[in-house]
């Protein structure tokens, strides 16, 4: 494979892929956290620990799950839990390294709405709700998100708050007394969004070819921007074989 143009999703799945570490125990969802998390384990994470809501520990996957009790991630399992035990005594006890997030806007401090948009009693659109993003962004270590930079999306104030990221700033997080990390990260298709000392996301990383004013006018917030600005590693023919041909090769997530 010689083409190495790629859809603003590879792009996004590719770099979220990066942030994890080996031997990460990550919470995972469906869709694109879940190639991001597999891409991560068959390159330069081989230990990582895959954790779905519905009980599975050490998840290997013969192909892409479907949903987070698909019977795929059964199979080769480290072990299999109730969902009170997943939640319980592993999340709540700083058993989980990473959790990445979803969601439909994203705030000035990393708060996600995963709700609806507009007025909660009477919402433009209705969406499918927390699910159990609430407990992952209060008690895991790390918190990510993938999403389109896009100012819809981007709002300097989440419509309804559905999972705390930094609430109104870091010490406003501090004061509630859990332990999470709160959001790390923000990979978009255009960089990297992370926290500075008050919780505030601020742009820390470019893709080749972004700028730094696309992502300003795609942003709600007077966007801040690093003094250590960095551009990420390009996209290597390597991540995008393993991504449309071992990974999602029916286009399932990447379209």
Not at 243 to 251: I, S
Request: with cysteine.
């Amino acid at each position: 494979m010689t083409d190495l143009t790629y859809s603003s999703a590879e792009l996004m799945i590719i770099n979220a892929a990066r942030l994890l570490r080996d031997g990460d125990a990550v919470f995972v969802g469906v869709g694109q956290p879940n190639l991001a998390c597999n891409l991560a384990k068959r390159t330069h994470a081989p230990n990582l620990v895959m954790i779905y809501e519905a009980g599975v520990i050490g998840a290997e996957p013969a192909r892409l799950p479907l949903s987070i009790g698909d019977p795929t991630l059964v199979s080769g399992a480290l072990s299999v839990v109730s969902m009170y035990d997943i939640f319980a005594n592993y999340l709540q006890r700083g058993n989980v390294d990473v959790g990445f997030m979803g969601g439909a806007q994203i705030d000035k401090y990393g708060n996600i709405n995963a709700t609806v948009i507009g007025d909660y009693a009477q919402p433009k659109v209705r969406l499918p709700g927390s699910g159990g993003s609430q407990e992952i962004a209060a008690w895991a270590n790390r918190c990510y998100i993938m999403t389109p930079h896009q100012k819809r999306r981007f709002p300097e104030k989440v419509d309804f708050m559905t999972s705390a990221g930094y609430l109104g700033g870091r010490k406003e997080r501090e004061a509630t007394g859990v332990r999470g990390g709160g959001m790390l990260a923000v990979v978009t298709d255009i960089g990297l969004l992370e926290p500075d000392e008050t919780g505030e996301m601020v742009l820390t990383a470019l893709h080749p070819g972004c700028t730094v004013e696309e992502a300003k006018i795609n942003t709600g917030w007077d966007l801040k921007v690093t003094t250590e600005l960095r551009t990420t590693d390009p996209v290597t023919e390597k991540e995008l074989r393993i991504l449309r041909e071992e990974l999602d090769p029916d286009g399932l997530y990447l379209k």
